[in-house]
């Protein structure tokens, strides 16, 4: 008996199911399933969120970049990346709108170091405080929750200003 590769077809499975490297079969016909048994539907950033300001999620580290993806309480999102290393510094962020079906848009024109390819597309699952996005494997886990985020413009009056109107 071979061992199980997600490269190698399996038998007893539908010929519409599609194998990519990094994705495997809950994404069947073009729709989204179910992955690692939870399924994404009607997402809101308010809810990712949490209770405070908002939520640092982290990708796991694969490169030279630490990429980072907030979620504030007013349901704006914001992908950031930061070098590693020594020279440790921001390289770009992007401000972008959760649709309900998990599909992020991204204001445009984007910044001259960020690539379309390079920013997540559609978060594709929920799994406590772990997201998945793009039918990926790799993970977001939470890495902080945020009380305030005065550089991008959270700051203690704005935070009691939206819990007093409640928005």
Avoid: I
Wanted: proline share 5%.
């Amino acid at each position: 008996m071979r061992p199980f590769s997600p490269f190698l077809p399996v038998k007893n499975l539908t010929s519409a199911t599609r194998f990519t490297p990094f994705a495997g079969p809950w994404y069947t016909e073009g729709k989204l399933e179910t992955f690692c048994g939870k399924r994404v539907v009607d997402v809101d950033a308010k809810q990712l969120a949490g209770r405070g300001c908002g939520r640092r999620y982290e990708k796991e580290y694969l490169n030279k970049y630490r990429d980072c993806m907030l979620f504030y309480c007013d349901g704006k999102a914001r992908f950031e990346r930061y070098c590693y290393g020594e020279g440790a510094c921001f390289v770009f962020g992007v401000w972008a709108a959760l649709e309900a079906d998990g599909t992020l848009r991204y204001r445009q024109p984007l910044p001259p170091l960020a690539a379309a390819a390079d920013l997540p597309q559609r978060l594709t699952a929920v799994e406590g405080d772990v997201l998945y996005f793009d039918n990926a494997r790799w993970k977001w886990e939470l890495a902080a929750d945020l009380a305030l985020d005065k550089k991008n413009g959270y700051t203690r009056l704005r935070m009691l200003a939206h819990r007093l109107t409640g928005r």
